[in-house]
């Protein structure tokens, strides 16, 4: 397949990038000016600058599927408007500009893959959400729902959709587990708040294979859950990374002092309860790699 890539320099781009040329495929990646100097041998890049609409269309021709996974970092600095217009802004300018620019092309890709993430649900207790659930309310849940409205360009011009609601993504190389570890490590780790509100993860690994499933089935079209089928509360994924770190985690970390750490993002996304189950995966028979939490952090942390 030829696939183009957007969002390559990431986490999740760079695994795929690298799970795809290992199987003979062909990537493009999208790339924005501050990543050109990202070397990727083997893949081709073609420009993009997704927030003033700008991206070079006629390269795009003739490629059999998009995996689109860019958009601006949620942690790294505290949310004031100017970053949650990027974090917004990223997603659903780019998104819009991406089907656009798709469903104008004389020979359109087959599918879209585009990321969501399992802050479309919003904060919900210990409710069981599937696909079918309705999306929740705040910041990140209203990001959620226009950043897949934006694909509608592309699902109307006949162009297959996947939503992937993703999951808190394990791994060493990215993402929110290695700056977990540090107070880990230091002995002072320990549940966040009251330790119950649930964390729907993924390994890495099995988001690969689920992006890679998601080309070629064509059965999967809409939102799916990109979760492993065991989520776990905040103080199960505690327990779970001190035994895999051979720490102790008995320091909890009060909510309002993660609120003063972390400001607004604490209530999104630290303290935020979601339980998210893998209902279209598992009815499309995929088998994780890694569904229990233990085994997923040892593998993720090479343990
Ligand atoms: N990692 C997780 O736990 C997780 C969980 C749920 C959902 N997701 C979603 O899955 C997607 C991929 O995740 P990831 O962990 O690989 O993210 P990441 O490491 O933060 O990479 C995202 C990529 O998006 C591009 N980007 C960054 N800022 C941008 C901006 N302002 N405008 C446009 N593009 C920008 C960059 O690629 P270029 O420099 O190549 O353009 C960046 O490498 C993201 O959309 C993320 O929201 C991730």
Redesign the pocket.
């Known amino acids: 397949m030829k696939v183009i890539v957007?969002?390559?320099?990431?986490?999740?781009?760079r695994a795929l990038i690298r799970s795809l040329l290992s199987d003979g495929h062909e990537v493009t990646?999208?790339?924005?000016g501050?990543?050109q100097g990202?070397r990727a041998p083997g893949t081709k890049a073609v420009h993009w600058e997704?927030?003033k609409g700008v991206v070079n269309a006629q390269e795009l021709e003739g490629h059999d599927a998009v995996v689109h996974?860019?958009?601006?970092?949620?942690a790294g600095e505290r949310w004031d408007e100017e970053k949650k217009r990027?974090i917004r802004e990223?997603?659903v300018k780019?998104t819009h500009l991406l089907a656009e620019t798709l469903a104008g092309l004389k020979e359109k890709p087959s599918v879209l893959v585009s990321?969501?993430?399992?802050?479309f649900y919003g904060d919900r207790g210990d409710e069981v959400l599937r696909e079918e659930s309705a999306s929740g309310e705040g910041f990140l849940s209203e990001v959620c729902r226009e950043w897949e409205k934006a694909t509608l360009a592309a699902s109307q011009a006949g162009i297959r959709v996947v939503h992937l609601r993703?999951?808190?993504?394990l791994s060493a190389d990215?993402?929110?587990l290695p700056q977990m570890l540090t107070p880990f490590k230091l002995g002072v780790g320990g549940r966040v708040g009251s330790g119950q509100q649930y964390i729907s993860w993924i390994t890495l690994d099995d988001l690969v294979r689920i992006i890679r499933r998601a080309l070629e089935d064509e059965h999967l079209r809409g939102p799916v859950n990109a979760v492993a089928p065991n989520a776990v509360t905040n103080e199960e994924f505690t327990k779970a990374l001190g035994h895999v770190l051979g720490r102790p985690t008995f320091l909890p970390l009060p909510a309002f002092a993660a609120r003063l750490a972390f400001g607004e993002m604490a209530d999104a996304i630290l303290l935020s309860s979601t339980r998210v189950e893998p209902a279209r995966l598992e009815e499309a028979g995929y088998e994780f790699s890694h569904p229990e939490i233990e085994e997923a952090l040892r593998h993720a942390l090479g343990k």
């Not at 957007?6 to 999740?12: E, R, Y």
């Not at 990646?29 to 924005?32: A, E, S, T």
């Not at 996974?69 to 949620?74: D, I, R, S, T, V």
């Open positions: 957007t969002g390559a320099t990431g986490l999740v781009g990646r999208l790339v924005r501050e990543a990202f997704p927030e996974l860019a958009g601006e970092a949620l990027r990223s997603r780019g990321a969501s993430a399992t802050g993703i999951g808190f993504v990215g993402g929110g």
